[in-house]
């Protein structure tokens, strides 16, 4: 280039990060002030550009650093003799500012010892360096718990470094540390460039957590698969639990188990007679009593109801449409169930899904008032399955099931009480019709 020459021309490489801004370039002039003039008449190009931004200062000042600001920069004093000076600025990357890679890996080490052990701490970090820059931290320096260690005598340290490839410097250091005292537990850390490399030391004798926090956490785990256990299969688990230790009811010398009130109507009476019968009889072994006769007439319990009702263990009504349409549904449906409440203490009310939409307000809320008082069933279409939420709700507000593993085993009544009575005892001894052997007797 024109402007520059060459016997006054030197070459000032910058690295980025090495330092903070600003980044200062000076004028290498012996600048003579003219007595002529108070101030220097003193210039700047780039590249033989003139800076006028920056005329009658002796340097360059640069908030940031990158690779555009490289070339030739001339400073130029105007005077009796022209002097001029070049530096061409060369902008690098600071290797020395980028972060180090610690072996085998940065971040928390947990060591677990007793007081009056030794202890090694091993730290080894890769960094990136080059020779030429000046100001380049290579060292390891060792710290616990923020505080630098001074004390060599009980910290030994033992550096080395090496380069494994040009441009990179591998350094090492091993700290050794007796451990006297429980305040020599703690955070070491080996720091280089401000970037650290932990190391926990814990007394191995003191309390430990580990177990109780292992037991916490298996104990959620078993009270969640308990829940989704329970959540799925509570049903199973009740019905589990009444047929294994769940109370008999047959020492009340009732006949039936359950007595079933409904609408004669075809729909009512093909649920009853095709449906729900043949599952308690056939599956469950229950005795059923039906009654499509009007439980209440006039609001009051008939004697036919209270008859039956002193027969049977339990009470089930088809609360269908056709049965709401009743009397004593229709006119004082609160009434009606406090009537059925005072004979039974917790009927079986089994509603239908697509009837139970077309119920009255007020028979819902009498409902949903008593339902502490009532066990309230509703049959829905995908309730024929018998393993369906149906049928084991039912189940289990019917009487626990007496089951017999032969055909021998006789009466419930005589079995289950141990009664005594020869005239309930299958084997009497006065029935025994065999032959004396001995018909003198003692008379012979």
């Keep these: 280039q024109t402007c520059v020459d060459e016997s006054r021309f030197k070459e000032q490489m910058l690295y980025v990060g090495q330092q903070g801004p600003p980044y200062r370039l000076n004028c290498p002039l012996e600048l003579v002030q003219p007595q002529s003039s108070p101030q220097l008449k003193l210039t700047w190009q780039k590249d033989c550009e003139q800076l006028l ?233 229950y005795k059923v009593l039906l009654n499509d006769n009007d439980i209440l007439p006039g609001s009051e319990p008939s004697a036919e109801l209270l008859m039956n009702m002193s027969r049977s263990r339990r009470l089930i009504v088809l609360l269908s449409y056709a049965y709401l349409e009743q009397d004593w549904c229709s006119n004082n449906f609160r009434q009606g169930l406090l009537h059925i409440l005072e004979i039974c203490q917790r009927p079986i009310l089994i509603m239908l899904e697509g009837q139970s939409k077309r119920m009255r307000p007020e028979i819902k809320q009498q409902l949903t008032e008593h339902q502490h008082r009532i066990t309230l069933l509703t049959w829905r279409h995908n309730s024929v399955t018998p393993s369906s939420v149906f049928w084991k709700e039912l189940a289990l507000a019917m009487p626990r099931r007496v089951v017999f593993h032969s055909e021998s085993a006789g009466d419930p009544q005589t079995v289950l009480q141990d009664d005594k009575d020869p005239m309930l005892t299958l084997d009497a001894d006065y029935l025994d019709c065999r032959s004396d052997t001995d018909p003198a007797g003692d008379l012979g």
Aim: hydrophobic residues 35%; proline residues 3%.
């Design 53 to 285: 931004a920056q005329e009658g200062k002796t340097y360059l000042e640069f908030s940031s650093l990158s690779l555009k600001d490289q070339g030739n920069y001339t400073c130029v004093q105007q005077g009796n003799s022209t002097a001029s000076f070049t530096v061409r600025l060369i902008v690098k990357e600071s290797q020395c500012s980028k972060a180090p890679e610690f072996k085998p890996n940065e971040g928390l080490t947990s060591l677990w010892r007793n007081v009056g052990s030794t202890v090694k701490l091993n730290c080894t970090a890769l960094l990136l360096w080059d020779p030429r820059e000046e100001q380049c931290d290579t060292t390891l320096q060792w710290s616990k718990d923020g505080q630098p260690l001074t004390n060599h005598t009980l910290h030994k340290q033992n550096t080395s470094s090496w380069s494994p490839v040009v441009g990179q410097l591998m350094v090492n250091s091993l700290l050794v540390i007796t451990l006297r005292e429980l305040d020599d537990f703690g955070l070491y850390s080996c720091t280089v460039r401000n970037i650290s490399s932990d190391f926990s030391l814990q007394n191995s004798n003191g309390p430990s957590h580990t177990a109780a926090v292992i037991a916490a956490i298996l104990l959620l785990l078993f009270l969640t698969v308990a829940a989704v256990v329970y959540s799925r299969c509570h049903l199973n688990i009740k019905l589990w639990y009444r047929n294994s230790y769940g109370e008999y009811e047959l020492s009340d010398g009732k006949l039936y188990d359950a007595y079933v009130s409904y609408v004669n109507n075809d729909h009512d009476r093909k649920f009853v007679n095709f449906i729900l019968k043949p599952h308690l009889e056939n599956k469950n072994a």
